[in-house]
């Protein structure tokens, strides 16, 4: 019935957005996150199937209502138990999310030109300045950025820390910074699909945030604020709150 609950919030924009899934350890909350993403997505047939048929397996009516929901939507998991700046971990589950789908992540590049200027440089500069990467990399706390290809992905999924480093080699080479008006915000991400993939394209019914260890990221950001972007959960409520119903936040507890 929890299933059919959220399904239905895809179908319509007036019932409550926001969801708490709340239970003891080792209750099945991460496999019904898991469960739920194939189900909500739609973007593999096969796995939708099998979840209804699981559905169907204990209660047939609820699996068959269930099963006649044929449309898509972005579904975006995240697990809080991974250290994340929750603004970057956003934009990377928006790109994998995207991918399942066979939808390209140019629709980001307006917000990311920053980050794209940081990597054109790296590419012409890494070898050449590796020591001074290196350097500025271990006082950012991403010491594990040693290889370009590491770098590149890390700026690709906009790691605040890495461009700050990477800027500081920069304004040793160029003698000024890279131009940053603002830094990407999980509700830029999130209101640029709304409007791009749900409005005007109309590709997704929806858009559903299943945040996994939900609480264990409230404790996380409730200590390191900074690391973990310490707007970004009013952010992402404020652009669930402005979507016109197309945002579903469901946040899964342990008790």
Do not use: P, W
């Given at each position: 019935?929890?299933?059919?609950?959220?399904?239905?919030?895809a179908?319509e924009?007036?019932?409550n957005?926001?969801?708490?899934t709340?239970?003891?350890y080792?209750?099945?909350k991460?496999?019904?996150s898991?469960?739920?993403?194939a189900?909500?997505?739609?973007?593999?047939?096969?796995?939708r199937?099998?979840?209804?048929?699981s559905i169907?397996s204990?209660?047939?009516?609820?699996g068959n209502e269930?099963?006649?929901?044929s449309?898509?939507n972005?579904?975006?998991v995240?697990?809080?138990?991974?250290d994340?700046?929750?603004n970057?971990?956003?934009?990377s589950t928006a790109?994998?999310?995207?991918?399942?789908?066979?939808l390209p992540d140019?629709?980001?590049?307006?917000?990311?030109k920053?980050?794209?200027?940081?990597i054109?440089?790296?590419?012409?500069?890494?070898?050449?300045?590796?020591?001074?990467?290196?350097s500025?990399f271990?006082?950012?706390?991403?010491?594990?950025?040693?290889?370009l290809?590491d770098?590149?992905?890390?700026?690709e999924?906009?790691?605040i820390?890495?461009?700050n480093?990477v800027?500081?080699?920069?304004?040793e080479?160029m003698?000024?910074?890279?131009n940053?008006?603002?830094d990407?915000?999980?509700?830029?991400?999130l209101t640029?699909?709304?409007d791009k993939?749900?409005?005007?394209?109309?590709v997704?019914?929806?858009?559903?945030i299943?945040f996994d260890e939900f609480g264990?990221y409230?404790?996380?950001?409730?200590n390191?604020p900074k690391i973990?972007?310490?707007s970004a959960l009013q952010q992402?409520f404020?652009?669930?709150?402005n979507?016109?119903?197309?945002i579903?936040f469901?946040?899964?507890?342990?008790?």
């Open positions: 019935s929890y299933t059919l609950t959220l399904l239905r919030k179908q924009q007036e019932s957005r926001f969801n708490m709340i239970a003891g080792g209750t099945g991460s496999h019904l898991v469960a739920l993403g189900l909500l997505s739609g973007h593999d047939i096969n796995l199937q099998m979840v209804v048929g169907c204990v209660d047939r009516n609820i269930i099963s006649g929901y449309g898509k972005l579904v975006l995240l697990n809080g138990m991974r994340f700046n929750l970057s971990e956003i934009l790109k994998r999310a995207l991918a399942q789908h066979g140019d629709v980001f590049s307006e917000l990311t920053q980050y794209q200027q940081a054109s440089f790296c590419k012409n500069t890494f070898e050449s300045r590796k020591d001074s990467y290196i500025h271990a006082e950012a706390d991403c010491s594990n950025l040693k290889q290809d770098v590149i992905t890390a700026l999924n906009a790691d820390k890495a461009f480093a800027n500081e080699v920069y304004k080479f003698g000024m910074y890279i940053v008006d603002a990407i915000s999980a509700s830029d991400v640029l699909l709304v993939y749900c409005k005007e394209q109309k997704f019914d929806c858009i559903y299943l264990r409230i404790e996380f950001t409730a390191k973990a972007g310490d992402i404020e652009a669930i709150q979507a016109d119903g197309r579903v469901d946040g899964f507890i342990s008790v």
